[in-house]
């Protein structure tokens, strides 16, 4: 205020359509208002809700035989979801994977996309929370489905960061590459996750936050662990790209540090 014109307004409440409550205890962060706000502008105000995202075992593809439906509707839901996916990193592979489907959508398409918005209205509550006093140690975790994708037989790559609690720093991308089997696409995973801890350790460290020790990367594939860890899978992994492998020196430098988590946690 000595150098600039400024005016307190006191704790942040809302920001570009994000609520935010802070207390003693720590930080949420929400879009409450801004989901409610898609269901009047879709007409479904009425809709019932549901619990998951998206069906089990679902799964789509460009054409599927079903009449094309208004492209410029389609892409104005997908790109609330998009949007919501700020704070709602629940629905982040749902979004991602209705994006695709952006010119000339189906019926299919149009009926899932509007079962995502209903599930969101079922989790209005859910954000992000931030606590206070919690160990400020980086930790990602990593997966992958594999050949997801109907039209190219291409798998899709997870991965979320916490830094202590809460997670700031997660994507759900369709991989470059086609996997010929469940450990070379988590493998895959594994190594884009690796690329994100380096760059986050790197922007942590000007922080002045960053901690000698290993970033801790769980995978729940454990040949993908051992063809992280042992050299001795080379010959299995030719196939593979080498821009992959870099994840090796990654955890011979002590970068991170690749570990078991069985899919159910």
């Known amino acids: 205020m000595q150098k600039y014109e400024m005016t307190d307004l006191g704790l942040l409440h809302h920001f570009l359509g994000m609520g935010v409550l802070q207390t003693d205890k720590g930080v949420f962060i929400h879009q409450s208002k801004y ?10 105000e009425d809709c019932k809700s549901i619990t998951i995202p998206l069906p089990t075992g679902e799964k789509l593809k460009k054409i599927d035989g079903s009449q094309l439906v208004d492209e410029g509707l389609f892409r104005k839901i997908v790109g609330s979801l998009l949007y919501l996916t700020a704070t709602r990193l629940d629905i982040m592979f749902a979004a991602s994977l209705l994006s695709r489907f952006m010119h000339s959508p189906t019926k299919k398409h149009m009926g899932i996309a509007k079962r995502v918005l209903r599930y969101v209205q079922g989790t209005l509550s859910y954000g992000i929370k931030f606590t206070r006093d919690k ?27 916490s830094f202590g609690s809460g997670i700031f ?32 350790r790197f922007l ?19 040949s993908a662990i051992s ?8 010959q299995k992994t030719r196939h593979i790209n080498r821009r992959y492998h870099f994840i090796r020196e990654a ?13 159910e946690e």
Not at 139 to 147: E, G, L, M, Q
Not at 204 to 222: H, K, Q, V
Not at 251 to 263: A, M, P, T, Y
């Open 135 to 161: 160990n400020a140690v980086l930790i990602d975790f990593c997966d992958s489905d594999w050949a997801g994708s109907e039209d190219d037989s291409r798998s899709t790559s997870g991965y979320a960061f």
């Open 204 to 222: 942590l460290d000007d922080f002045g936050e960053m901690r000698p020790d290993a970033t801790p990367l769980f995978c729940d594939n454990m």
């Open 251 to 263: 955890l011979q430098e002590g970068v991170i540090d690749i570990k078991f988590c069985r899919s």
């Open 227 to 234: 063809m992280v860890k042992n050299p001795v899978f080379h």
């Open 169 to 200: 720093s997660w994507a759900s991308v369709k991989q470059n590459t086609v996997a010929l089997s469940t450990a070379e696409a988590e493998y895959v995973s594994a190594a884009e996750a690796t690329t994100q801890a380096i760059w986050l």
């Open 35 to 44: 989901a409610k706000s898609l269901f009047v502008k879709f007409g479904l």
